[in-house]
């Protein structure tokens, strides 16, 4: 089976950086991606990572070391409308994903 | 204007009662998802299918059914067997690649 691990509260100010960390436990591991959720929306895609190493998508950036089984998200500049709930999810070899219990972020003035 | 739609928005339920989420998709994806959640909690699988005519349990199906007759729609049956069905109910699908999931706005589901 699946486990992940992140924590469940971060509080930031706007224009600082955040990191978002991950460490996983994976019978199959084939890569991990970060979601966003709004309150009361829906996750949205930001990114995914296969191999080890940092992927850059404007101001967020993910992380990867297969070796650790460990993964981060860097948020970078924060506005106030990063504040969200961000979730890591470890895609498996049968392209199933499990998700991890979800980061609320709150970025304040 | 493609994309997922569920419906209704919101739903009640009746103890005893058998409710269906609707899901339906423009994408052309072949690969559809329930998840289930709870407050602050992350998604469960409930149940997936990988193409028309066949789908599997995820890690949470019990009280759950679904079907898939056509490509574009992948229904959810909360079975009064579902104790506790109160939560956001989530559908997505994955292109080919399937590094990526694409959800609809969800349903929330309550019982009365």
């Known amino acids: 089976g699946q486990s992940l691990e992140q924590p469940s509260e971060v509080t930031a100010v706007e224009g600082a950086i955040v990191q978002i960390n991950c460490t996983y436990q994976?019978?199959?591991?084939?890569?991990l991606s970060w979601y966003q959720q709004h309150d009361g929306g829906a996750p949205t895609f930001l990114s995914y990572n296969a191999l080890d190493g940092l992927e850059e998508t404007g101001r967020f950036s993910s992380f990867l070391s297969r070796s650790d089984s460990y993964g981060y998200l860097l948020l970078q500049e924060l506005q106030m409308k990063d504040s969200a709930s961000y979730f890591c999810a470890v895609q498996d070899a049968g392209n199933m994903l499990t998700f991890g219990g979800g980061t609320r972020l709150m970025v304040k003035p | 204007d493609g994309g997922i739609t569920q419906s209704p928005k919101y739903l009640f339920r009746k103890e005893g009662q058998n409710v269906t989420l609707s899901c339906e998709q423009n994408l052309n994806h072949d690969a559809m998802y329930w998840y289930r959640q709870d407050p602050g909690q992350g998604l469960r699988l409930i149940y997936y299918s990988q193409i028309v005519n066949d789908f599997q349990k995820g890690d949470i199906a019990e009280g759950y059914s679904v079907s898939r007759e056509k490509k574009e729609s992948f229904p959810l049956t909360v079975t009064s067997a579902q104790k506790n069905p109160t939560a956001f109910y989530l559908c997505?699908?994955?292109?080919?690649?399937?590094?990526?999931?694409?959800f609809g706005p969800g349903t929330r589901l309550l019982v009365l």
């Open positions: 997505a699908t994955t292109s080919g690649t399937k590094e990526t999931q694409y």
């Open positions: 994976t019978s199959g591991f084939y890569g």
